[in-house]
């Protein structure tokens, strides 16, 4: 006979597994009496599992729906099929699961079996996803995100490689505050020990160095919206060139086009909104304007107004030269036999 705390769990993980159970099926699948069970799901009771009883002849036990979720009991399969599952969803940069996703593979990989990490490591290594990669987008390994997400937890200071966007790799020490993610990469938002000063970096240039630590008393954040500050900082504060536009449509309709690595918006009124945006130049800007499909007028700075005009007279002088060189003459009709005659003439050219 099982002992009473491993008897619960087993019955635990029954309940789990089926929607209904009669009490003698519970019994025999325990080895215990009817009364045996009772007692135990009275215990589960007591530790905050809503277990179900319907009487009679064909009643049994449910395990029901409570305010808070209780521990899930998986076995091996199972804890190996979830945990694929959230490596999934956290690497391919599911929208809205992404960031519960690595709080939750976190969790569960803390209290995985070393053979079952095996089994795991090995369905990942040799499984290519074809799944849908936003623009842009880059895979991200969630065994760093996961690292990452510990830190952050435990207050722990940082020491990994980065590489920036020109390619140039350093060794950074920071003290890690959260990961952001959005539909198309996540950030480390941490701050920065060497330069004295909040910091964000792509998670798909960090490579970690442990160990980590030591622990650290945690910093007060950078801002009460992590998100509309990683937004800024990769959007406008990162590019040499930054811009206010206005947009001449409703913020609602413009954030269906403009993500946050695009930019920030903020309403202006119910028919306009103000967007605070970058790029590398003043002429990548006016093309990435153009390419929202908005009306828009620019605000600040002067100088991308005056890139806009050089850019809408190469434009009108492309179009008068298309003009002047007009366009060929459609080819006459040909006849079945091939011949280039004009129909209804019998010498192939018009009447005169």
Same mark, same amino acid.
């Given at each position: 006979?099982?002992?009473?705390?491993? @008897?619960?769990?087993?019955? *635990?993980?029954?309940?789990?597994?089926? @929607?209904?159970?009669?009490?003698p099926a519970l019994a025999e699948r325990l080895g215990v009496t009817p009364r045996t069970v009772r007692r135990d799901v009275e215990r589960l009771r007591e530790l905050g599992y809503p277990v179900n009883a319907s009487p009679g002849t064909g009643g049994g036990y449910q395990l029901g729906a409570g305010a808070q979720l209780p521990?899930?009991?998986?076995?091996? #399969?199972?804890?190996?099929?979830?945990?694929? +599952?959230?490596?999934?969803?956290?690497?391919?940069?599911?929208?809205?699961?992404? /960031? &519960?996703?690595?709080?939750?593979?976190?969790?569960?990989?803390?209290?995985?079996?070393? @053979? *079952? %990490?095996?089994?795991?490591?090995?369905?990942?290594?040799?499984?290519?996803p074809m799944l849908h990669t936003a623009r842009g987008g880059t895979t991200v390994d969630p065994s760093v995100l996961t690292e990452l997400a510990a830190v952050c937890r435990d207050s722990e200071r940082l020491r990994f490689d980065y590489r920036d966007h020109g390619g140039s790799e350093s060794r950074r020490v920071v003290e890690p505050h959260r990961l952001v993610c959005t539909e198309r990469r996540w950030y480390l938002v941490a701050w920065d020990l060497d330069r004295a000063d909040w910091r964000t970096f792509r998670v798909d240039r960090v490579t970690p160095r442990p160990p980590h630590g030591p622990r650290v008393v945690p910093r007060t954040p950078p801002a009460d919206d992590l998100a509309a500050f990683v937004s800024r900082g990769v959007s406008t504060r990162a590019w040499a060139q930054q811009a206010t536009v206005r947009l001449h449509v409703?913020?609602? /309709?413009?954030?269906?086009?403009?993500?946050?690595?695009?930019?920030?918006? !903020?309403? !202006?009124?119910? #028919?306009?909104?103000?967007? %605070?945006?970058?790029? +590398?130049?003043?002429?990548?800007?006016?093309?990435?304007?153009?390419?929202?499909?908005?009306?828009? /007028?620019?605000? #600040?700075?002067? /100088?991308? &107004?005056?890139?806009?005009?050089?850019?809408?007279?190469?434009?009108?002088?492309?179009?008068?030269?298309?003009?002047?060189?007009?366009?060929?003459?459609?080819?006459?009709?040909?006849? @079945?036999?091939?011949?280039?005659?004009?129909?209804?003439?019998? &010498?192939?050219?018009?009447?005169?």
């Amino acid at each position: 006979m099982l002992e009473t705390s491993a @008897r619960l769990l087993r019955l *635990l993980s029954l309940l789990q597994a089926h @929607r209904e159970w009669s009490g003698p099926a519970l019994a025999e699948r325990l080895g215990v009496t009817p009364r045996t069970v009772r007692r135990d799901v009275e215990r589960l009771r007591e530790l905050g599992y809503p277990v179900n009883a319907s009487p009679g002849t064909g009643g049994g036990y449910q395990l029901g729906a409570g305010a808070q979720l209780p521990p899930l009991l998986l076995d091996d #399969d199972e804890a190996v099929a979830v945990a694929v +599952g959230l490596r999934t969803a956290a690497g391919q940069g599911v929208e809205g699961i992404g /960031e &519960s996703s690595v709080r939750a593979l976190s969790k569960l990989e803390q209290v995985l079996p070393g @053979r *079952l %990490r095996h089994r795991v490591g090995a369905l990942n290594a040799f499984t290519v996803p074809m799944l849908h990669t936003a623009r842009g987008g880059t895979t991200v390994d969630p065994s760093v995100l996961t690292e990452l997400a510990a830190v952050c937890r435990d207050s722990e200071r940082l020491r990994f490689d980065y590489r920036d966007h020109g390619g140039s790799e350093s060794r950074r020490v920071v003290e890690p505050h959260r990961l952001v993610c959005t539909e198309r990469r996540w950030y480390l938002v941490a701050w920065d020990l060497d330069r004295a000063d909040w910091r964000t970096f792509r998670v798909d240039r960090v490579t970690p160095r442990p160990p980590h630590g030591p622990r650290v008393v945690p910093r007060t954040p950078p801002a009460d919206d992590l998100a509309a500050f990683v937004s800024r900082g990769v959007s406008t504060r990162a590019w040499a060139q930054q811009a206010t536009v206005r947009l001449h449509v409703p913020l609602a /309709e413009a954030a269906q086009r403009v993500t946050p690595s695009d930019g920030t918006l !903020e309403a !202006e009124t119910e #028919d306009t909104c103000l967007l %605070r945006t970058g790029a +590398g130049s003043a002429e990548f800007m006016v093309f990435h304007l153009m390419f929202l499909g908005f009306d828009f /007028e620019v605000l #600040d700075p002067v /100088e991308l &107004s005056e890139q806009m005009r050089s850019v809408r007279d190469r434009l009108s002088r492309a179009l008068d030269r298309g003009d002047r060189s007009g366009r060929p003459e459609p080819a006459a009709p040909r006849t @079945r036999d091939g011949a280039g005659r004009t129909p209804g003439t019998p &010498s192939g050219y018009g009447a005169a």
